[in-house]
């Protein structure tokens, strides 16, 4: 292992250190504050070191990648929730939130499943055993399309662009799988799923609310969406509230990622993905639009709908979204450190082989 990659994980081991220390002390200090702006400023100091100070120890993207959208997405949000007593880490709720689920749900791209959703015990078991499938048939893709980018020198630009697409969706996925996979057996807590197969989506609405990772429209919904929405039905009414609001929330998605591409790549932003997720949002409040207009009356056949919504994702994403990760060699970086924590592995399981047969021979 070189010196680089031994001081990013040194840096790494220090960040989440501090993250831990700084929600421990949100957990025994801020909590005891009576919620609003006093609550806020006690926290304001967490809020600033996980927006401008932890995310810059980091370079790169697998493991820096994580840690800024664990941190400065979804622990700032949550803890601006908090501030206000709401949200998962809310002090209010009955029984009172613990220590380790205070710490966990805070950073972790991770929702609790509600009991009354739970399918039957004697088919909870054949579920998980159909996750499982499916996660490991996703990660023998994600391997084949690991040795395509071998001969990207012989693909289209744009068949790479589109190539991007899938290989982002399986890497999202597989990471928030494994993340909530190790939560769910440290505390034995039962977890939503983080993606629902969005390339079944029916609609935009579908697939960016219900299919596509999930823990960013579980944050941003009572964070932007419901206060947007409260103050637009005092303006336009209750029917065209959703309107300003979904455009919002996109608008607030669209600004977070380009603070995690800067991040990622150092590289100020061109505002490209702050305009694909505005289009995105854009044509959710369209379709909201015509579905109130229409009262439910008209509505596509899923094998027309769902390729026209995916098609729709994956022209605007390869048109808009990727090009930002083309630009600070996103796919490249991420390869490269793939293929180092690979042969780290073969160089240390080598080595104990080598350990073994000195043991036995002498």
Same mark, same amino acid.
């Given at each position: 292992?070189?010196?680089?990659?031994?001081?990013?994980?040194?840096?790494?081991?220090?960040?989440?250190?501090?993250?831990? @220390?700084?929600?421990?002390?949100?957990?025994?200090?801020?909590?005891?504050?009576?919620?609003?702006?006093?609550?806020?400023?006690?926290?304001?100091? &967490?809020? =600033?070191? !996980?927006?401008?100070?932890?995310?810059?120890?980091?370079?790169?993207?697998?493991?820096?990648?994580?840690?800024?959208?664990?941190?400065?997405?979804?622990?700032?949000?949550?803890?601006?929730?908090?501030?206000?007593?709401?949200?998962?880490?809310?002090?209010?709720?009955?029984? %009172?939130?613990?220590?380790?689920?205070? @710490?966990?749900?805070?950073? *972790?791209?991770?929702?609790?499943?509600?009991?009354?959703?739970?399918?039957?015990?004697?088919?909870?078991?054949?579920?998980?055993?159909?996750?499982?499938?499916?996660?490991?048939?996703?990660?023998?893709?994600?391997?084949?399309?690991?040795?395509?980018?071998?001969?990207?020198?012989?693909?289209?630009?744009?068949?790479?662009?589109?190539? =991007?697409?899938?290989?982002?969706?399986?890497?999202?996925?597989?990471?928030?799988?494994? &993340?909530?996979?190790? /939560?769910?057996?440290?505390?034995?807590?039962?977890?939503?799923?983080?993606?629902?197969?969005? !390339?079944?989506?029916?609609?935009?609405?579908?697939?960016?609310?219900?299919?596509?990772?999930?823990?960013?429209?579980?944050?941003?919904?009572?964070? /932007?969406?419901?206060?947007?929405?409260?103050?637009?039905?005092? /303006?336009?009414?209750?029917?065209?509230?959703?309107? %300003?609001?979904?455009?919002?929330?996109?608008?607030?998605?669209?600004?977070?990622?380009?603070?995690?591409?800067?991040?990622?790549?150092?590289?100020?932003?061109?505002?490209?993905?702050?305009?694909?997720?505005?289009?995105?949002?854009?044509?959710?409040?369209?379709?909201? *639009?015509?579905?109130?207009?229409?009262?439910?009356?008209?509505?596509?056949?899923?094998?027309?709908?769902?390729?026209?919504?995916?098609?729709?994702?994956?022209?605007?994403?390869?048109?808009?979204?990727?090009?930002?990760? /083309?630009?600070?060699?996103?796919?490249?970086? &991420?390869?490269?450190?793939?293929?180092?924590?690979?042969?780290?592995?073969?160089?240390?399981?080598?080595?104990?082989?080598?350990?073994?047969?000195?043991?036995?021979? &002498?």
């Amino acid at each position: 292992m070189e010196e680089n990659d031994e001081n990013e994980i040194k840096n790494f081991i220090k960040v989440w250190i501090s993250a831990f @220390i700084s929600l421990t002390y949100c957990y025994f200090i801020p909590m005891k504050i009576p919620k609003g702006k006093f609550r806020f400023l006690s926290i304001l100091p &967490v809020l =600033y070191l !996980f927006t401008f100070i932890l995310p810059f120890k980091l370079t790169t993207i697998s493991l820096g990648g994580g840690t800024a959208f664990f941190l400065t997405w979804l622990a700032n949000f949550n803890l601006i929730l908090f501030s206000i007593d709401k949200g998962p880490l809310s002090s209010s709720s009955n029984p %009172p939130i613990s220590y380790s689920k205070f @710490i966990s749900t805070s950073c *972790l791209p991770i929702k609790l499943k509600n009991p009354s959703s739970n399918p039957p015990k004697k088919n909870q078991s054949q579920l998980q055993t159909t996750t499982t499938t499916n996660l490991a048939i996703k990660g023998l893709i994600l391997g084949l399309l690991t040795i395509i980018y071998e001969h990207k020198q012989i693909i289209h630009q744009n068949l790479m662009l589109v190539y =991007y697409c899938c290989y982002l969706y399986l890497c999202l996925e597989l990471l928030l799988a494994i &993340v909530a996979a190790m /939560v769910s057996k440290l505390l034995k807590l039962d977890l939503e799923p983080q993606f629902n197969e969005p !390339f079944l989506s029916a609609s935009l609405q579908d697939f960016w609310g219900h299919r596509w990772n999930l823990m960013v429209p579980n944050i941003l919904k009572p964070t /932007v969406y419901d206060p947007v929405r409260y103050v637009s039905v005092a /303006v336009i009414g209750r029917r065209w509230a959703p309107l %300003p609001a979904t455009l919002s929330t996109f608008l607030v998605s669209g600004l977070m990622h380009e603070l995690i591409f800067f991040y990622f790549g150092r590289v100020y932003p061109t505002w490209e993905v702050t305009c694909f997720f505005l289009l995105q949002g854009i044509c959710v409040a369209l379709e909201i *639009l015509v579905k109130k207009l229409a009262n439910g009356k008209w509505r596509l056949h899923p094998v027309i709908s769902r390729p026209l919504t995916v098609g729709f994702v994956l022209v605007t994403a390869v048109w808009l979204f990727f090009p930002q990760v /083309v630009r600070f060699n996103g796919i490249d970086r &991420v390869s490269n450190e793939v293929a180092a924590v690979v042969g780290f592995f073969k160089e240390a399981g080598t080595t104990l082989k080598w350990l073994k047969l000195l043991v036995f021979n &002498v």
